[in-house]
């Protein structure tokens, strides 16, 4: 049986610009976070995807499972087990995630001499965030996210704490409503990969951002009341992806206790860190 970790996902910069072939062009750091999904792979006479958690339509799994059977003429039936603990539609790319997990654990199970890279092309044919999960190391992703470029130094351990609404939101439908307002960010952007490099807080709370921001915040009552009321206890939200999910660094003890006291019953929370 071979076991493989998918790892959830922050945005610390999220640039969306124009479109190229249909796709949005993207300038993003992502960083994997420690909210993991569990996948388990077992050579089996037919092809079996299993999910254990939150419920799964259309599973991305099932269709990364046959695509890779084609590309490598693979015969052999596959049982996917999913332990799901990544919410649904919450930014966190957690089927992305999966979709990356399938391809590492079926290379291992087949035993298949194939490279990152060959992973990560096969994986942007599925979807752009899967090619960042290959490696799953704090990256810059550019083109329409499918092109990754890890970090060349050691990203620090961030506290995090994941505040997340039980309404979901549409990936597809947030970016249709997105309009580029062609203002560069590159400043931005440096300014929080230097952040990374010396650990400083400060710097990132200062420059993180997410221009699908307000579309998320417009597009849904519920986390624009959570949004504000973070704020108005004091705290530094951001969002992260297209949303839901929002998250706060380095949060103290005393802050997890006072957030959890004026948060809204069945609100998702998950103390996590930078992995």
Known sequence: MIKVRAYAKINLALEVMNQVNGYHQVNNIMLPISVFDELTFEKAKKDEVIVYGNYIKDNIVELTLKKFKEKYCITNGVSIHITKRIPLSSGLAGGSSDAAACIVGLKELFALAITDEEMENFAAT?????????????????GHGEKVAPFDFEIPRIDLLIIKTQVGLSTKEIYKKYQYKNESKQDKINNIIDGLKENDIDKLNNNIFNDLEEVSLNSSKELNDLYLL??????????????????????SALDIQKIKEFLPENTYLALCHTK
Not at 127 to 142: E, N, R, W
Not at 230 to 242: D, E, R, V
Request: aromatic share 12%; charged share 15%; proline share 10%.
């Open 126 to 142: 599925i979807g752009s965030d899967v090619p960042f999960f290959i490696q799953s190391k704090a990256a810059l992703c550019t």
């Open 230 to 251: 973070l704020k108005k206890n004091g705290y530094k939200p951001f969002i992260s992806g297209s949303g839901p999910s929002l998250f706060i660094l380095n949060p």
